[in-house]
Protein backbone atom coordinates (compact mmCIF):
# COMPACT_ATOMS: atom_id res chain seq x y z
CA UNK A 1 0.00 0.00 0.00
CA UNK A 2 1.13 3.66 -0.57
CA UNK A 3 -0.12 6.91 -0.94
CA UNK A 4 2.60 8.12 -3.18
CA UNK A 5 2.60 7.69 -6.90
CA UNK A 6 6.11 7.65 -7.26
CA UNK A 7 6.75 5.37 -4.50
CA UNK A 8 6.79 1.31 -5.37
CA UNK A 9 7.94 -1.61 -3.78
CA UNK A 10 11.67 -1.94 -4.20
CA UNK A 11 15.03 -2.83 -2.82
CA UNK A 12 14.44 -4.45 0.28
CA UNK A 13 11.24 -2.57 1.36
CA UNK A 14 8.29 -0.55 0.81
CA UNK A 15 7.87 3.29 0.98
CA UNK A 16 5.69 2.09 4.23
CA UNK A 17 8.14 0.22 6.01
CA UNK A 18 11.14 2.78 4.38
CA UNK A 19 9.17 6.11 6.10
CA UNK A 20 8.50 4.55 9.03
CA UNK A 21 11.82 3.59 10.08
CA UNK A 22 13.39 7.27 8.19
CA UNK A 23 14.28 8.18 11.90
CA UNK A 24 16.09 5.26 12.76
CA UNK A 25 17.83 5.12 9.90
CA UNK A 26 19.30 8.88 9.87
CA UNK A 27 19.97 8.79 14.08
CA UNK A 28 21.67 5.17 13.10
CA UNK A 29 19.96 3.46 15.30
CA UNK A 30 19.38 0.07 13.11
CA UNK A 31 21.87 -2.61 12.35
CA UNK A 32 23.64 -2.69 8.99
CA UNK A 33 21.35 -5.07 6.97
CA UNK A 34 18.35 -3.15 7.99
CA UNK A 35 19.99 0.18 6.88
CA UNK A 36 21.27 -1.41 3.89
CA UNK A 37 18.13 -2.63 3.19
CA UNK A 38 16.18 1.35 3.25
CA UNK A 39 19.33 2.11 1.24
CA UNK A 40 18.51 0.03 -1.40
CA UNK A 41 14.90 1.12 -1.10
CA UNK A 42 16.10 4.96 -1.65
CA UNK A 43 18.12 4.03 -4.49
CA UNK A 44 15.14 2.57 -6.68
CA UNK A 45 12.67 4.93 -5.09
CA UNK A 46 12.57 8.86 -5.74
CA UNK A 47 9.66 9.78 -3.49
CA UNK A 48 11.35 8.48 -0.21
CA UNK A 49 14.38 9.09 -1.35
CA UNK A 50 13.77 12.88 -1.51
CA UNK A 51 11.32 12.36 1.98
CA UNK A 52 15.00 11.27 3.63
CA UNK A 53 16.89 13.88 2.01
CA UNK A 54 14.67 16.90 3.24
CA UNK A 55 14.76 14.82 6.88
CA UNK A 56 18.31 14.82 6.80
CA UNK A 57 18.91 18.09 5.92
CA UNK A 58 16.01 19.50 8.61
CA UNK A 59 18.74 17.39 10.84
CA UNK A 60 21.71 19.18 10.35
CA UNK A 61 20.15 22.69 10.14
CA UNK A 62 18.56 22.00 13.58
CA UNK A 63 21.97 20.12 14.76
CA UNK A 64 23.67 23.44 13.76
CA UNK A 65 21.15 25.86 15.33
CA UNK A 66 21.34 23.91 18.51
CA UNK A 67 24.98 24.58 18.44
CA UNK A 68 25.16 27.73 18.05
CA UNK A 69 21.91 29.74 18.71
CA UNK A 70 20.86 27.77 22.26
CA UNK A 71 22.17 28.72 25.47
CA UNK A 72 23.64 25.51 27.14
CA UNK A 73 21.68 26.03 30.04
CA UNK A 74 19.06 25.00 27.64
CA UNK A 75 20.89 22.22 26.10
CA UNK A 76 21.15 20.86 29.42
CA UNK A 77 17.52 21.18 30.45
CA UNK A 78 16.56 19.57 27.47
CA UNK A 79 19.16 16.63 27.64
CA UNK A 80 17.46 16.05 31.27
CA UNK A 81 14.12 16.23 29.93
CA UNK A 82 14.63 13.87 26.88
CA UNK A 83 16.94 11.64 29.66
CA UNK A 84 13.71 11.37 32.19
CA UNK A 85 11.52 10.59 29.43
CA UNK A 86 13.69 7.97 27.75
CA UNK A 87 13.93 6.25 31.24
CA UNK A 88 9.93 5.79 32.14
CA UNK A 89 10.09 3.99 28.74
ZN1 LIG B 1 9.56 4.42 -1.49
Given at each position: M???EDCVDVGAGNCD???ARL???LDNEMD???AEGIRSHLDGCGGC???F???RRL???VKQRLEEDVPQQFI????HALEEEAARH
Open positions: TNNDALYEYDATHDRDVEKVVAKLR
